[in-house]
């Protein structure tokens, strides 16, 4: 079963609106990441943290979405103001160090733009 | 920049033949990469690594080898298994370091 545990699994939000997920990585893993799979199950990167600083992000997170992994809660990813082609499952995953070293992900949050 | 390509989008085998899911990949730098596997509803979890000193990774009956000279880092198995039927995606540890570059993925469905 996995470690890291994604809330809530299912999300169902109208266009505009805010939605926000979250994200306990396994315990001692400091660097967390956030994927997009689309319908098509390709993966999409959309930003990393190292405790509690971020790494790399790409435009479209940095525009849209606000994210964050404070000490002691939760991280968590939201987005400011859904769209229709926002649906997709939202993955996020940790791991020990940053460089060349295996992800552990969740279950995942299925975002349903209406 | 980094990329992944695995060529396939769906395979589907008979229950005993041989798996073979292709991947290649482009860095500027000696990547690592990995295979990672997510059944249906399921979290993905890894598969296989490549080791830095050529070994072949193996791990419930897959392997792969990674191939420097073609860029390549196949995914094969001998006999393919109903409860191998799954999302198959290769990945690359990018020369950023910082983040994994996932191939488009493959869908192995596995039939009697």
């Known amino acids: 079963n996995s470690k890291v545990i994604q809330t809530p699994r299912y999300l169902v939000k109208g266009q505009g609106q805010k939605a926000k997920m979250r994200c306990i990585p396994e315990k001692g893993h400091p660097v967390v990441f956030w994927y997009q799979q689309n319908k098509n199950n390709e993966f999409k990167f959309l930003i990393n943290f190292q405790n509690q600083e971020v790494l790399q992000q790409i435009d479209m997170t940095e525009k849209r979405f606000s994210a964050e992994c404070p000490s002691n809660s939760p991280c968590s990813l939201e987005i400011q103001s859904s769209e229709a082609g926002d649906s997709a499952l939202y993955l996020c995953?940790?791991?020990?160090?940053?460089?060349?070293?295996?992800?552990?992900f969740g279950h995942g949050t299925k975002l349903s733009v209406l | 920049g980094d990329s992944v390509t695995q060529t396939e989008g769906l395979v589907t085998l008979t229950e005993g033949l041989p798996v073979m899911l292709n991947c290649t990949y482009q860095?500027?730098?000696?990547?690592?990469l990995f295979w990672y596997v997510q059944h249906l509803n399921e979290a993905p979890k890894l598969l296989l690594k490549s080791f830095t000193d050529n070994k072949r990774p193996e791990h419930q009956g897959f392997h792969a080898t990674l191939h420097k000279s073609s860029s390549s880092f196949h995914l094969q198995k001998s006999s393919a298994q109903l409860s191998d039927s799954a999302l198959y995606y290769c990945?690359?540890?990018?020369?950023?370091?910082?983040?994994?570059?996932f191939g488009q993925g493959t869908s192995l469905s596995v039939v009697p």
């Open positions: 860095s500027t730098y000696s990547p690592f």
């Open positions: 995953a940790s791991s020990r160090r940053v460089s060349n070293e295996r992800l552990f």
């Open positions: 990945a690359l540890a990018s020369s950023s370091f910082s983040k994994l570059v």
